[in-house]
């Protein structure tokens, strides 16, 4: 038996899309800025799809910049922002457990002379609302944060942080990346006070290297690829055209699914859980437990135990885990997210994110248990 359970790494890539979508890339592979009737039809399409989607976010299709990645579109939020509004401040803020394509902008960002706070967080992976009250300054230019956390599942209190921010200054910028989020705590652009927002296509069943990053009108944003005028001239380079068009079809799937699957995840993690509580008690820790977290991540650290080892070992019996987010996992270190919570050595060599999706069964998810059980014993 063969059972992903890595769908915060990446998603199954949705086979129905595919089938439909596929007849696009032979038909109209136009340039789409080509002048030419064929160019005009196929960007005809790409903003037929933009515009529908738009429309479902609640936004404004020229709100709706396409990015080759989740990772393009942040550091495009956070060198664009801070570049734009640097006669103003030269201030930032984000927390100590973003993703890394925020902290590395963020890093080249104070070897250039801005400054960065980074909020720390609770135990339960929660930021203190009091700590950002404290660290707005009048050079404060951008505020970025992960909404949902992609190792842990943990949200952070966005509504809140976004009325903090607008009632100390309403021009400091916010950004929140929503890429482990979407849709599941977000779902229309319009219902949360932000003036960037990034999402990315392979977490929401369509193919790796296509996303958005939602750039508010009036947001004043250097565009960091140079080139043509695609996207409204923040963002040059030929579109990914069939990506684009598989995600925007993907995404208005996953909105329409989302009550449904919220519902049916929540059921199978707390099954998860607490079956592995009730064999490994306190041998187990679950990362982020108390907070508001979404239902198909769950991190698990076992005490006294090495990650990789029974990564290794669950892959060998056809289970298919991370030990965190799958940019470092490779590496058999402890997660800087898991130790930004305080969580003891002892469990955080042993921290294990198992996520689920559209996709996974009970029967899945028995299989991984009683796997877990063969491996792990104590
Ligand atoms: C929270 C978060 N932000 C950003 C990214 C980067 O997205 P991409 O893989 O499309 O570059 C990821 C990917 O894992 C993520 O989990």
């Known amino acids: 038996m063969m059972v992903y359970l890595d769908y915060a790494a990446t998603t199954i890539p949705d086979r129905d899309i595919y089938r439909e979508v596929e007849e696009y890339f032979f038909k109209f592979y136009a340039n789409p800025s080509s002048f030419h009737h064929f160019g005009r039809q196929t960007r005809e399409i790409l903003e037929k799809e933009r515009s529908l989607l738009a429309e479902l976010l609640g936004i404004s299709a020229e709100e709706v910049i396409f990015c080759s990645s989740g990772t393009e579109a942040n550091n495009l939020a956070i060198f664009g922002c801070a ?75 966005y509504n809140e942080i976004s009325k903090i921010i607008r009632s100390f200054n309403d021009k400091i910028i916010i950004h929140y990346d929503l890429v482990a989020g979407f849709p599941k705590v977000i779902k229309k652009f319009n219902e949360v006070d932000a003036n960037l927002i990034t999402i990315s ?7 790796k290297g296509i996303a958005i990053l939602y750039i508010k009108s009036e947001t004043k944003l250097i565009p960091q690829i140079l080139g043509g005028e695609q996207e409204f001239g923040k963002r040059a380079g030929t579109e990914n055209f069939i990506g684009a068009i598989f995600m925007c079809k993907s995404i208005k799937k996953c909105i329409h699914e989302q ?33 508001v977290r979404i239902p198909n991540i769950t991190s698990i650290c076992f005490k006294n135990k090495n990650k990789n080892a029974i990564i290794e070992a669950l892959s060998e019996a056809g289970v298919y885990v991370s030990g965190g987010s799958a940019c470092k996992s490779r590496e058999n270190q402890i997660s800087y997210v898991i130790s930004a919570m305080g969580i003891p050595e002892s469990f955080a060599t042993g921290c294990i994110r198992f996520s689920f999706g559209r996709y996974t069964t009970k029967e899945e998810i028995d299989y991984t248990i009683n796997k877990i059980y063969e491996i792990v014993k104590y």
């Open 83 to 157: 570049y734009a509004n640097s006669h103003k401040g030269k201030h930032i803020i984000s927390t100590t457990v973003e993703h890394k394509s925020v902290l590395m902008p963020l890093a080249k960002l104070e070897t250039e002379g801005f400054k960065v706070s980074y909020l720390h967080v609770n135990s339960d992976g929660v930021l203190n609302i009091d700590d950002l009250k404290r660290s707005l300054t009048k050079d404060t230019i951008l505020v970025s944060v992960l909404v949902v956390n992609n190792e842990t599942g943990v949200v952070q209190p």
């Open 201 to 207: 296509g392979h977490k929401l069943y369509a193919p």
């Open 259 to 291: 009550d449904r699957e919220w519902e049916r995840l929540w059921l199978l993690r707390d099954y998860f859980e607490t079956k592995l509580l009730e064999k490994y008690n306190t041998n187990i820790l679950i990362a982020g437990k108390n907070s």
